[in-house]
C-alpha cells in the first residue's frame, strides 16, 4: 500500500511512527518508513500534537535505545513538526467525547479519530482500531495488513 495514492489528506497514529523505529519488526518497520516518507512527500499527511507527545514519551522511555533529547528534537523538527496540523480546542474534546459514544472507543483513540476527522482526513492509518472501519465518513485502515486495507 502506498498511502501517497490514497485520496485526500490521510491521519498517521503514533504507532506507525513507533514501528519506524523497531528493528524487531523489519516488515512493520519498512512499511512504517514508508508511510512516513509518503505522508512527508506528498504534504497530505497530518498528525496531531497527541501524536507528537506519545511518540516522544515512547522514543524517550520505551525504545530498546531511547532517543537522547538531542536525537528527538532533530525528529521533532524534521519528521514530526512538518507533519503536525492539528492542535486541540476545549470545543475538540467536547467533540472527542460526543464522538466516543458513538464508536465506543477508548478516549485516547476517540482523540486520535477525531483530531483526523476535524483535519478532514479521509483516512485514518492505525493498527489500534478495527481494520475498514468507517467513523463519518473517513476510513480506518491498518497499513501493516497484507493489503494495506479493508
Same mark, same amino acid.
Given at each position: 500500500?502506498?498511502?501517497?495514492?490514497?485520496?485526500?489528506?490521510?491521519? /498517521?497514529?503514533?504507532?506507525?511512527?513507533?514501528? &519506524?523505529?523497531?528493528?524487531?519488526?523489519?516488515? !512493520? @518497520?519498512?512499511?512504517?518508513? @514508508?508511510?512516513? !516518507?509518503?505522508? /512527508?512527500? &506528498?504534504?497530505?499527511?497530518? *498528525? %496531531?500534537? @497527541?501524536?507528537?507527545?506519545?511518540?516522544?514519551?515512547?522514543? @524517550?522511555? !520505551?525504545?530498546?535505545?531511547? /532517543? =537522547?533529547? =538531542?536525537?528527538?528534537? $532533530?525528529?521533532? &523538527?524534521?519528521?514530526?513538526?512538518?507533519?503536525?496540523?492539528?492542535?486541540? %480546542? *476545549?470545543?475538540?474534546?467536547?467533540?472527542?467525547? $460526543?464522538?466516543? %459514544?458513538?464508536?465506543?472507543? %477508548? $478516549?485516547?483513540?476517540? /482523540?486520535?479519530?477525531?483530531?483526523?476527522?476535524?483535519?478532514?482526513? !479521509? =483516512? $485514518?492509518?492505525?493498527?489500534?482500531?478495527?481494520?475498514?472501519?468507517?467513523?463519518?465518513?473517513?476510513?480506518?485502515?491498518?497499513?501493516?495488513?497484507? &493489503?494495506?486495507?479493508?
Amino acid at each position: 500500500m502506498n498511502v501517497a495514492d490514497l485520496p485526500g489528506f490521510f491521519f /498517521l497514529d503514533t504507532n506507525v511512527f513507533v514501528y &519506524s523505529f523497531d528493528n524487531t519488526a523489519p516488515a !512493520k @518497520q519498512k512499511i512504517a518508513r @514508508q508511510t512516513i !516518507k509518503d505522508a /512527508l512527500e &506528498s504534504q497530505r499527511g497530518i *498528525i %496531531s500534537t @497527541q501524536v507528537v507527545q506519545e511518540f516522544l514519551n515512547v522514543a @524517550q522511555r !520505551k525504545f530498546a535505545i531511547p /532517543l =537522547t533529547n =538531542t536525537d528527538a528534537r $532533530l525528529y521533532l &523538527s524534521t519528521v514530526l513538526s512538518p507533519l503536525c496540523q492539528h492542535t486541540p %480546542s *476545549i470545543h475538540f474534546y467536547d467533540f472527542a467525547l $460526543l464522538l466516543q %459514544s458513538e464508536v465506543g472507543l %477508548s $478516549l485516547y483513540d476517540t /482523540l486520535i479519530v477525531a483530531a483526523a476527522l476535524e483535519a478532514g482526513c !479521509k =483516512t $485514518l492509518c492505525s493498527e489500534d482500531m478495527q481494520n475498514g472501519q468507517i467513523i463519518r465518513g473517513m476510513t480506518v485502515i491498518n497499513p501493516f495488513t497484507p &493489503s494495506g486495507a479493508a
